[in-house]
């Protein structure tokens, strides 16, 4: 009897799951994600884009994996004594009702040890995973 009521049951909550998750993800978008051309395999560029949080909660930014490089990192960069410094941190704030904007001298993802060249023009898919919002897939475009 126990299992005629939790089966139907256990279905209709990972049905909800999969629902709140689709609408998490579309309440976050990116747009111009974007890197510079590189002429050469084996070094590290910066990956900057822009993410809308229509949400009324904040998110955070976990992971971004990309086919062209080994790793990725979440950076900011520290205006402490003396010049700046790109800082590895754990995850990127995504404030709620907002926009985050990724570029070089604020939060950021390094790219690390790319696996191919660039050259402008080209794109590439890459998949960005938020804490609530889940994983992403976006295209990037390579720039001059």
């Known amino acids: 009897m126990t299992t005629t009521i939790a089966l139907p049951l256990f279905c209709l909550i ?15 978008q990116i747009v111009d994600a974007h890197v510079p051309a590189v002429d050469k395999e084996g070094g590290d560029l910066p990956l900057t884009m ?13 992971r971004v994996r990309c086919p062209v490089a080994n790793f990725s990192e979440r ?7 003396g010049a700046p410094a ?11 009702k907002g926009t985050l904007e990724l570029k070089r ?9 790319l696996r191919q060249a660039l050259a402008p023009g080209e794109s590439f898919k ?4 938020f804490q609530k919002a889940g994983t992403i897939e976006t295209e990037v475009m390579v720039q001059k």
């Open 14 to 28: 990972s049905a909800f799951g999969i629902v709140h998750d689709a609408a998490a993800s579309e309440s976050l």
């Open 50 to 62: 822009t993410i809308r949080n229509e949400a009324d909660s904040a998110d955070a930014l976990l």
């Open 75 to 81: 950076h900011t960069v520290d205006r402490g004594e």
């Open 86 to 96: 790109m800082r590895s941190i754990p995850n990127i704030p995504v404030p709620a």
């Open 105 to 113: 001298d604020g939060y950021h993802v390094m790219l690390l040890q």
């Open 126 to 129: 890459c998949a960005i995973v």
